[in-house]
């Protein structure tokens, strides 16, 4: 029986999160992205806390999170907010989603931004 594309991402996305966990040194990246928006929060796993968050639907940002541009933006800032926070390497987590356009832009203005990952 053929599986939904949700229902495959949620599997991939388990399957990355077997192998990878955010630590106090070395937060997650956790990308999430829909049609219209992206967010992104860099989380503590250990302590199962939010350090950091962005997202599209942010009235201060007013940006379109379904386009390239947009999930550049969200990266900026996310990754200004990171700086603030004396946070300065984490891991990537995609979320299950493919490695490509928004996705990619997105960790590409991470990295931009002065994330080591």
Do not use: C
Request: charged share 30%.
């Amino acid at each position: 029986m053929p599986r939904t594309t949700r229902e495959l991402r949620q599997r991939r996305h388990a399957r990355i999160r077997r192998k990878i966990s955010g630590t106090p040194e070395r937060p997650r990246v956790a990308v999430s992205r829909t049609a219209k928006h992206i967010s992104a929060q860099i989380i503590d796993d250990l302590n199962g806390r939010t350090l950091v968050a962005a997202s599209s639907t942010e009235k201060a940002l007013a940006v379109s999170g379904g386009n390239v541009e947009g999930a550049k933006k969200v990266a900026e800032v996310l990754a200004q907010r990171a700086t603030d926070a004396h946070i300065t390497a984490v891991v990537f987590d995609r979320g299950g989603y493919d490695y490509h356009g928004r996705v990619a832009a997105f960790a590409d203005a991470l990295r931009a931004g002065g994330l080591e990952f």
